[in-house]
């Protein structure tokens, strides 16, 4: 038996990011009422190629869910390396984004569908990041000394499922809470 080509794993991983991204614009049109061919489709595969890469539908949201918190947890630093404004733009993107994030985990929840390894390992990742980013932005006192990660998560986790909710404004929410998170608040 031949060892596959690397060329062959490049054209699978592109394959994978392609359903991935046509998943994403799907569940941005549909919610999670696409179907695994409309899927395939978009992304311009075979249905064969779409389960060699997801067992299932659910498979694929959970795989969204994990790339949306590396993203999350990616997205804040630029290169100026300002961890302070690291951690509050973590904050606003969080809860401003929070509807389609919401709506992909109840989607994932009415699948029946608990845990995967994917995602714990996103949400590892994520965690080592957000608290990394915020140690840093104490360090130098531009965050309040006394929040801890589970704090700074429980807020925007709270703050995320008001603003997923119609009538309240996302942009306003986060802006009440980075002004609070900031050792001398504007």
Do not use: C, W
């Amino acid at each position: 038996m031949s060892t596959p080509s690397p060329a062959l794993r490049i054209d699978a991983r592109r394959n994978r990011e392609r359903l991935l991204a046509a998943a994403a614009q799907l569940f941005e049109e549909k919610g999670a009422a696409f179907s695994v061919d409309e899927a395939a489709a978009r992304a311009g595969v075979g249905t064969g190629t779409f389960y060699r890469n997801f067992p299932t539908k659910t498979a694929l949201l959970s795989a969204l869910v994990a790339q949306q918190l590396d993203e999350l947890a990616t997205q804040p630093v630029e290169s100026d390396g300002d961890a302070a404004e690291a951690v509050l733009r973590f904050v606003r993107d969080a809860i401003t984004g929070s509807r389609r994030k919401h709506d992909l985990v109840v989607a994932l929840e009415a699948a029946g569908y608990t845990s995967a390894d994917d995602i714990s390992e996103a949400s590892t990742r994520f965690r080592q990041r957000i608290g990394d980013l915020l140690a840093r932005a104490q360090e130098t006192g531009a965050v309040r000394g006394d929040l801890g990660l589970e704090d700074l998560l429980a807020l925007v986790s709270a703050a995320s499922a008001s603003a997923s909710r119609d009538g309240v404004s996302a942009q306003q929410v986060a802006a009440v809470i980075t002004d609070g998170l900031r050792a001398t608040p504007t």
